[in-house]
């Protein structure tokens, strides 16, 4: 079974930095598109950054020159590194994948979140 796992979350004060990585596991023949979503208490979950296979990214504008999302896909594993943090960057962080089990049945999957905390 194909599943997803976040870590690197945690406590850091507004201006710090943190490291999310999300490895994929199971039976994978291929991975497409990778990124990371997240939700704030009381918010709707929303897009932060994603990465395709060939190294192309888009990032929500509330991120942009300050998180950058890369990937290693001989370890099938995305990553985003969060810096000059702000409390308002604090949320559950998801990662999603689009996955192929098989040629040609590609699926969305999503990890199951880890949590970044912002202190002013």
């Known amino acids: 079974q194909v599943q997803l796992v976040e870590s690197g979350g945690g406590l850091v004060q507004a201006g710090g930095s943190l490291r999310l990585s999300c490895a994929a596991s199971?039976?994978?023949?291929?991975?497409?598109?990778m990124g990371w979503y997240r939700q704030a208490p009381g918010k709707q979950r929303e897009l932060v950054a994603r990465?395709?296979?060939?190294?192309?990214?888009n990032y929500a504008d509330s991120v942009k020159g300050r998180f950058t999302i890369s990937r290693d896909n001989a370890k099938n594993t995305v990553y985003l590194q969060m810096n000059s943090l702000k409390p308002e960057d604090a949320a559950v962080y998801y990662c999603?994948?689009?996955?192929?089990?098989?040629?040609?049945?590609?699926?969305?999957?999503w990890g199951q979140g880890t949590q970044v905390t912002v202190s002013s």
């Open positions: 990465i395709t296979t060939e190294g192309s990214t």
């Open positions: 199971g039976s994978i023949f291929s991975i497409s598109t």
């Open positions: 999603h994948a689009i996955f192929a089990d098989v040629p040609g049945r590609s699926r969305s999957y």
